[in-house]
């Protein structure tokens, strides 16, 4: 067992402490201005050996804090903000190209070569700094390794294209004009200055390139190194050499190379169901307060579900993104797929955010609904679909932020083109605040029966830009907010007590009035203490306040009015009139608390030895002998 952990040890980190270096103990070798030299020159004889070893150990304490500083600045993200720009650089190098210009015309060749250096001296340092930035932002962007080493290596791959040894013997030949010829004397400090900044930069570069983790945490799995040791040892197996010699040659990749791939994809293919269960274990440990078994258990399922298909999709992207590090050669192109692989990654987070926090409001959401009134439902599936937009939004910008493109530039372009935008999506914006207006209006909600001009029907559901309706024929209607927003709704829903009942009883003539009113006493006593009438008896309204703004029963829609009375003398009838309220608005329960009444009123009917009146009408038949006779029909 101990073999096999020194085995992984080997293998995991060996490589990235064998790719750390320190700072060499040899100091970089600058050329001082003359004025430098004689302030610093010893005769032979007196140059003592102690001093010599001080200076070098000046000079290499001095090396460590310059990389030491940019390691700093570059960890702190300050060259953002203290390096100037490139066009600083652009612009003096314009004019120095057209002073060379001139001086090529008039065979000013000492000024052309003065002026070259300066350029080259301008466009290292420009380039330079650029390096540093772009570290920095392919630190936030979180770029693999390799894009670090590629922009380390292409800076110095320019800085050693220019060659500084072309113009080291005028150097030397023009250091002595220097003190009577301005042009000299400029030629001698740019070439020192180019000097002194190439090697310091070339220093500093290769410092970096060689200790990338010191400005870079290292991540041995996306950076390949630990898997090269196991992709040799298969390459060198007898048999599978000769076969992966081709392959590399005429395929660009061995046989170690695609084994060890496949190995990637399948194990993470294995480990995806119980990697699951130990993230939803370990965040419901977290979360869960609770110690209701049933409470756990629901929140695991629904968290299990939540988080299912982003771990597995993440899974399967991570282990093709380290098959393409090992198989893949080519950096540009590795470097062209790796901010669409960061975006996925990005959006398979914020997918599983949204998807956690809709499944938790799917927990969590009654029991907030029922302690706290004046939260709706249509609210807070409003706040989750602007917070799903937001999440989107968040990818993209990342998205572009990963490709390079200047976020602030897009942002600035917005502002100027904010009036063409607001006009061209100004019925989407209208929609958006009629929206909101609904919302905090609270004029309907969810599952509301309402009415307008142009429609009926239940709520389905109320969206950023429309509502949907159902009517009651089961069709569908989608109704732009703005237009819902400005209409007459009659809302049927908005009642908490009372569904009207109303009903004229016809009574025949023939009955004796007393009858009539006894009978409508025992209608009123009856529908008195029925249980589902709303009377005072059967509900209880709080009492209200000496002034109110709006009457409590009216907002909430409290109804128990109770009204019984001998109506009228109707053509055919005497009417009593019945007029009150079922306790349940719900459409079923008040045809089922009507249906009581109606049976109850037929038995009192009865009771009281009337008799329900029906249309009649009386025909009188005039014959030759004026006789009348009745017919009654």
Known sequence: MLNIYKFLFIILFLPQFLLSQDIPTTPI?????????????????????????????????????????????INNESYLTTLPEK?????????????????NLQKNTLAVKRDELRVEFLKEKATYEDTLKNIILGKQEFRNKKYFEEILKNNIKQIQNFKLDDYASLYESESKNSSVNKVSADLVDNYIELYNQKHTQLFVLQ??????????????????????????????????????????????????????????????????????????NFISKLLIKDKNHNLEENILFHLKDAINSPVIYSLYLFSIQ???????????????????????????????IYAILD?????????????????????????LKIIKVVLILVVVLFLFTQLGIDVKAIAASLGVGGIAIALAAKDTLANF?????????NSFSQGDWIRTNDFEGTV??????????????????????????????????????????????????????????????????MLLNHPKIATNKTINISKTKAFEAIKREDLDGIKNTLLV?????????????????????????????????????????????????????????????????????
């Open 29 to 73: 070798k600058l050329l001082a201005k003359e004025s430098q030299q004689q302030a610093i020159a010893k005769p032979t004889e007196q140059t003592n050996t102690d001093d010599l070893t001080q200076n070098i150990e000046d000079q290499i304490d001095s090396e460590n804090k310059l990389v030491d500083d940019v390691i700093n600045n």
């Open 87 to 103: 066009n600083y650089y652009d612009n003096e190098i314009l004019f120095l190209t057209n002073r060379i210009n001139a001086n």
């Open 207 to 280: 410092y970096l390139y060689s200790n990338i983790q010191k400005f870079r945490a290292s991540n041995f799995f996306i950076d390949e190194f630990n898997l090269k040791y196991l992709i040799d040892k298969i390459d060198n197996v007898k048999g599978i050499s000769f076969i992966s010699s081709l392959t590399s040659y005429h395929l660009n990749f061995s046989i170690g190379e695609l084994i060890i791939a496949l190995l990637i994809i399948l194990f993470f293919r294995l480990i995806n169901r119980y990697l699951i269960v130990i993230i939803t």
């Open 322 to 352: 380290l098959s393409m590090f090992i198989l893949v050669k080519d950096q540009t192109f590795i470097n062209s797929v790796m901010p669409w692989i960061n975006t996925i990654y990005m959006a398979l987070l914020t997918w599983a």
């Open 359 to 383: 499944n938790s409001i799917s927990i969590y959401a009654q029991n907030l609904l029922e302690k706290y009134q004046n939260v709706r439902k249509e609210m807070i599936v409003f706040i």
């Open 433 to 441: 605040f009629a929206s909101l207006n609904i919302m905090t209006d």
């Open 460 to 525: 389905v559901d109320i969206r950023m830009r429309t509502t949907r309706i159902r009517t009651f024929d089961n069709a569908m209607i989608t109704v732009p907010n703005s237009q819902i927003a400005n209409a007459h709704i009659m809302n049927w829903s908005k009642r908490k007590i009372g569904r009207r009942i109303k009903m004229s009883i016809g009574v025949t003539y023939e009955s004796k009035m007393e009858d009539i009113v006894n009978l409508k006493n025992d209608i009123h006593d």
């Open 565 to 633: 009375f001998v109506d009228e003398y109707s053509s055919s009838s005497i009417d009593i009139l019945v007029y009150c309220f079922s306790k349940s608005p719900v459409w079923e329960e008040w045809l089922i608390a009507k249906e009581e009444v109606m049976v109850e009123i037929s038995k009192l009917v009865e009771k009281n030895n009337c008799a329900f009146a029906y249309p009649a009408q009386t025909i009188f038949l005039k014959n030759d002998n004026e006789t009348k006779e009745k017919i009654e029909d």
